[in-house]
């Protein structure tokens, strides 16, 4: 199907929702350095940018996101939330997408913190990879850069670009060093073929319009959203090790908060909230 088609489907899909503006390309370098350049021109929240294939497509800490081309559902979607919220959007495009996985194929990927959908192993296998969400937020509109950083009101609007990468349809071409560590939904659903990816993007933003306007209507709706992530968490209950940069903690994630911070035990007793960090799922003592 080509991109024409493929967006058009997607926008009839959608009309009425908050996600009807569907753009979808063949190529670019990354979908959320697009969405950030197209917030700064002033587009409106709910712009979605799809692409068939990234060659800069972008990671956290830097790193970044491989796919085969035509393999996965890589899009970015562009938000203008309240500051107080807007650390809960990656949470709520975690639990639109598993919803979405569930919804189409019966199985429900597991969330892992900060940023994964994980397909969980059976105890001696590690969890491998679905997908990886990166949201990136742009300076307050007020805000100047030779001003520095100003930190912006409860209820200031933010551009938040939430792009995510989910692996749809991996041939024999997976890249080598992801073997091992991904998984595509081809691989969970064989031999019954995934679903297709603009069934996939309609699903994940159904989901995401129900869960983000809840977000935007007050406090209950981020009880709601954290008890969903809690619910599909493959991190909660688990030995962690997170990597802080300058040193590492190890204990049992315990919680998650409404901002979707980790609350870990440490092996000392302690209860530590952590913002950012890359978690290691350990085996059981």
């Known amino acids: 199907m080509d991109q024409g088609s493929a967006g058009e489907i997607a926008r009839l899909a959608l009309v009425g929702s908050r996600f009807a503006d569907v753009r979808w390309v063949a190529e670019t370098g990354s979908t959320n350095a697009d969405v950030l350049e197209l917030a700064r021109q002033g587009e409106a929240e709910g712009v979605v940018l799809v692409a068939d294939h990234q060659t800069a497509g972008r990671g956290r800490l830097g790193r970044t996101w491989q796919a085969p081309v035509d393999g996965s559902l890589l899009c970015t979607i562009l938000l203008r939330p309240p500051a107080s919220i807007a650390p809960a959007t990656t949470m709520a495009v975690a639990v639109a997408a598993s919803s979405a996985v569930e919804e189409l194929t019966g199985r429900a990927p597991r969330l892992k913190w900060p940023n994964d959908l994980v397909w969980p192993g059976d105890g001696s296998d590690p969890d491998r990879k679905l997908a990886g969400i990166l949201a990136e937020v742009d300076w307050p509109a007020a805000s100047q850069i030779s001003s520095g950083w100003r930190e912006p009101k409860p209820q200031e609007r933010l551009v938040v670009a939430v792009g995510i990468g989910i692996n749809v349809a991996w041939g024999d071409d997976v890249p080598e060093d992801l073997a091992d560590l991904a998984v595509a939904l081809n691989h969970l659903t064989a031999p019954e073929v995934p679903p297709a990816r603009t069934d996939l993007l309609v699903a994940m933003l159904r989901h995401l319009d129900d869960r983000y306007a809840a977000l935007l209507a007050g406090p ?32 049992t994630a315990v919680d998650v908060t409404d901002e979707g911070h980790l609350v870990i035990e440490t092996l000392e007793g302690e209860r530590r909230t952590i913002a950012v960090g890359d978690v290691i799922h350990l085996r059981p003592i």
Do not use: F, M, N, Y
């Not at 008890?227 to 209950?237: M, P």
């Open 220 to 251: 209950a709706g981020a009880a709601a959203l954290r008890d969903a992530w809690r619910e599909r968490s493959a991190t909660l209950g688990r030995r962690v090790r997170i990597d802080l940069g300058a040193d590492d903690l190890e204990g």
